[in-house]
Each structure stands twice: as C-alpha cells, then as structure tokens.
C-alpha cells in the first residue's frame, strides 16, 4: 500500500497569529517546504457525523485574496461533489453561486485598482 504525507508548518506571532504558513507533501514535485498564504483542511467524522476544519491565512494575505481563494475552494467542492457522488445538478448551483461571488470580486479589485 502507498503512503504519503501532508505537513503543514505554521509560524505564529506572538498574539498566535499566522505570519506565515509552509507545506510538503510526499508527492509535491518541487523539494521542500513550499510557501502559502492560507489553508483549508476538512476532515469528515463519521463517527460525529460533522467536519472538522482547520482554516488558516496570514495576516498579510489581501482581503480581496482571501475571497477569491474561498470561492475557488467553494468551487471546487462543485467537482468534488460530481466526482463523488454524480450530482450535477447540486454542482451547477455552487457554480452559479461561485460565478456571481467571482463578479463581486472583480468589482472590488477593479474599485481598488481605481483609488490606486
């Protein structure tokens, strides 16, 4: 059976706020520890019944960064959810949800870009 390792490596400030995040993982193609600024981790409990998550970003991650890196999350579980379970139906409405979000989002890079 193949195994493989996912790490996470979390420097912290001194109020336990992510000043930066690193990762690796066995089948990561580039060597070592690889920068991030944030990370979504859910893990189903099926003996609870619920998730469990671990969302961290670094203070210096852009606000409008940290929405856009959400929606692609958001929008990924649409793929997940065909994968699994072939529903696509349910998958169209988080894309749909994602596309209006994404709009919003451009909007506001836009607004910023103007105020430049």
């Given at each position: 059976m193949k195994k493989s390792d996912i790490n996470f490596s979390v420097e912290l400030?001194?109020?336990?706020?992510?000043?930066?995040?690193?990762?690796?993982?066995?089948?990561?193609?580039?060597?070592?520890l690889s920068d991030a600024k944030a990370?979504?981790?859910?893990?189903?409990d099926h003996y609870?019944?619920?998730?469990?998550?671990?969302?961290?970003?670094?203070k210096d991650m852009p606000v409008t960064d940290m929405k856009r890196f959400c929606v692609e999350v958001l929008g990924s579980l649409a793929?997940?959810?065909?994968?699994?379970?072939?529903d696509q139906?349910?998958?169209?409405e988080?894309?749909?949800v994602c596309r209006s979000?994404?709009?919003k989002i451009e909007q506001?890079?836009?607004?910023?870009?103007?105020?430049?």
């Open positions: 400030d001194d109020q336990n706020i992510p000043e930066k995040i690193f990762w690796n993982a066995t089948d990561n193609p580039n060597e070592g990370v979504v981790v859910s893990i189903w609870n019944q619920g998730t469990l998550r671990l969302n961290l970003w670094t793929d997940t959810i065909v994968t699994a379970t072939g139906k349910m998958a169209d988080i894309d749909n979000l994404s709009k506001e890079y836009r607004e910023q870009a103007e105020q430049s």
